[in-house]
T-cell receptor, first 116, second 113 residues
Framework: AQSVAQPEDQVNVAEGNPLTVKCTYS??????LFWYVQYPNRGLQFLLK??????LVKGSYGFEAEFNKSQTSFHLKKPSALVSDSALYFC??????????????FGTGTQLKVEL | GAGVSQSPSNKVTEKGKDVELRCDPI?????LYWYRQRLGQGLEFLIY????????KSGLPSDRFSAERTGESVSTLTIQRTQQEDSAVYLC???????????FGPGTRLTVT
């Protein structure tokens, strides 16, 4: 079975500082990894994905994530946080071996709060 | 173009009543997913449709939950004899058959009183 862990319920960072939102995963085969963001009263928006290739993936709004196979991690990062980045962030994984279509398993989410 | 739409946006119902939630996927997206998001929790997979294949119903929590999809268009999620623990936001997503990116609708907030 596949699973995702987001160990931090909330991350606080000052505007202009770098941010990291942590994610670790567990799958049987090759992981397909995703980050989504959820703003208040809105649906989830896709940020970025890792399927194969370069371990550093760049996505929307200046976010990037680094795939680390040995640590089974896929942490989300941004060099300089903005107040407008404040939102709920979800990490998700799909097992590349299963035949279950694109069924994603999500983490419980990390609330990012960026303050002036 | 239009994104995934869901209706109603909010639904309040009495315990024991049946409810129907609707999802309109992005045109051309053959895959459609339903998820449930309880307060303070992550998304919980419910059901997945892909073209004319049999749906993956492995996430449905009980036989009170069912879903249908007509071809590659609208889907409805039905919850019979609603219980208070069914209160949640129900999210629908769609994707192209060979795409890994799922596009989510705004959700339906269901409150069972």
């Amino acid at each position: 079975a596949q699973s995702v862990a987001q160990p931090e319920d909330q991350v606080n960072v000052a505007e202009g500082n770098p941010l990291t939102v942590k994610c670790t995963y567990s799958v049987s085969g090759n992981p397909y990894l995703f980050w989504y963001v959820q703003y208040p009263n809105r649906g989830l928006q896709f940020l970025l994905k890792y399927i194969t290739g370069d371990n550093l993936v760049k996505g929307s709004y200046g976010f990037e994530a680094e795939f680390n196979k040995s640590q089974t991690s896929f942490h989300l990062k941004k060099p300089s946080a903005l107040v407008s980045d404040s939102a709920l962030y979800f990490c998700a994984v799909r097992d590349g071996l299963t035949g279950g279509g694109n069924k994603l398993t999500f983490g419980t989410g990390t609330q990012l709060k960026v303050e002036l | 173009g239009a994104g995934v739409s869901q209706s109603p946006s909010n639904k309040v119902t009495e315990k024991g009543k049946d409810v129907e939630l609707r999802c309109d996927p992005i045109s051309g997206h053959t895959a459609l997913y339903w998820y449930r998001q309880r307060l303070g929790q992550g998304l919980e997979f419910l059901i997945y449709f892909q073209g004319n294949s049999a749906p993956d119903k492995s996430g449905l929590p009980s036989d009170r939950f069912s879903a249908e999809r007509t071809g590659e268009s609208v889907s409805t999620l039905t919850i019979q004899r609603t219980q208070q623990e069914d209160s949640a936001v129900y999210l629908c997503a769609s994707s192209l058959a060979r795409s890994y990116e799922q596009y989510f609708g705004p959700g339906t907030r269901l409150t069972v009183t």
